[in-house]
Every structure is written in C-alpha cells, then in structure tokens.
C-alpha cells in the first residue's frame, strides 16, 4: 500500500550547524507534503508545507525540498538550535487526509 | 484562542472497561481529526469530520471505537470495551478549510489499559 516513510530514525548535529532530514514518499497522487515537530509531551506542530507542483518553499530558519522525480522530500534548518531538539514528521496529504511518516529524532549537542 | 482542548490528559482504566476521550476544536474550524499515536505504529488517522459529519472512518480499528461530533464545538472519541493493546496517545487535531493546509493538534490524551 502507499505509505510515507523516513531515511534514518535519529539525527543529531552540533548547536549551530545546519540540519537536514529526509523523507521518502510513495503516494503520486498526493497535493501536497507537511513537515511536522513534535516535542515530548506536546502534539505535532506545523512547521511548513509544500505543494506537489512546487520544488522548494522557504520559512523561517527552515525549508523544505520536494523531488517528485524520486519521490523524496527534506527539511532543512538552518543554524540548528537547543529548541529544535524534537522528533519531526513528513506527512503528505491526499483527499483531505494525512499519512504520517514514523517519525525521526533531532537531538542538538551544545 | 486556546486551541484544540482534549481532556482528559491522561487516563488509566482497566481491561473492559468504557473510556471516552473528549474534544473541543478551535472555534470556527470545520474540519476535525482523531489520530492515534504509538511507537509500533506512529501516528495514524483513525476518523475525520467535516461540519460535524464523518467522512471517513477507516482508521477505525474495530467495532469497538466509535466517534460522534454533536455539534461543531464538541467531539469524543470512545473505546467500550478497551483493551490493553489500545494503550497509545490519542491526539485531535481541527482545521479550517480554505484556511491553508495546517491541521492544529491538541495535547493528546494518554491512554493506559490494564
């Protein structure tokens, strides 16, 4: 069946330095692909989105890549800090409905 | 606004037993989701509304789930009876339509089964 999953299940990177977590997705039909942070205790939190007839859409500190060529999606940010320790989750939507992936850790050494 | 509010945050009930979670979406968001969270399985929509209406139910893990929206500022999600595989975070989340694509999550509750 159509799933989305992740590359790695944790990533850490030192205070400062840029992040970048990937995604690969199998649904072709979905519109469009959201990154999510979940930080423990908390529910997942929208981060930033992207359609499907776009490539690249930038935020603050953070943006996100789609290559539907290889079905691969990645967030990047930029100047990683203490507060962007959390698990992230790509997500990709189709009739109105989300399909998460399993999730990856980002942990931030000082 | 306060956000999604799902009560209550944690509970702890035994095998059998009726559980029924709760949930107030943002004011004036139309859309409302019921996910379930594990580490075996992630996060996965069990059922979601639209106007107060389910859409689709076939997250639904079985007959022993059900889910109803009385009105738009009110949902509950309830286990009769629950088993100790049901133990998991369950999350609601609302969204407005035409309001982007941002599905807003509450804090879950955290369901235990004995």
């Known amino acids: 069946g159509e799933s989305v999953g992740l590359h790695l299940p944790t990533l850490s990177v030192q205070e400062g330095d840029n992040s970048i977590i990937n995604c690969a997705y199998s649904?072709?039909?979905?519109?469009?692909f959201i990154w999510y942070k979940q930080e423990s205790g908390k529910g997942p939190q929208f981060i930033i989105d992207i359609r499907s007839n776009m490539d690249k859409r930038q935020g603050q500190r953070v943006t996100v890549l789609l290559n539907k060529t290889v079905k691969h999606l990645s967030l990047q940010i930029a100047a990683t800090q203490p507060g962007d320790s959390a698990v992230y989750f790509c997500a990709e939507n189709s009739d109105s409905k989300l399909t998460f992936g399993k999730g990856i850790t980002l942990s931030v050494r000082p | 606004d306060a956000g999604v509010i799902q009560s209550p945050r944690h509970e702890v009930t035994e095998m059998g037993q009726e559980v029924t979670l709760r949930c107030k979406p943002i004011s004036g968001h139309d859309y409302l989701f019921w996910y379930r969270q594990t580490m075996m399985r992630g996060l996965e929509l069990l059922i979601y509304?639209?106007?107060?209406?389910?859409?689709?139910d076939s997250g639904m893990p079985e007959d022993r789930f059900s889910a109803k929206m009385p009105n738009a500022s009110f949902s509950t999600l309830k286990i009769q009876p629950s088993e100790p595989r049901d133990s998991a975070v369950y999350f609601c989340a609302s969204r407005l339509a035409g309001g982007g694509n941002e599905q807003f999550f509450g804090p879950g509750t955290r369901l235990t089964v004995l």
């Open positions: 509304f639209n106007n107060n209406v389910p859409i689709d």
């Open positions: 649904n072709s039909a979905s519109d469009y």
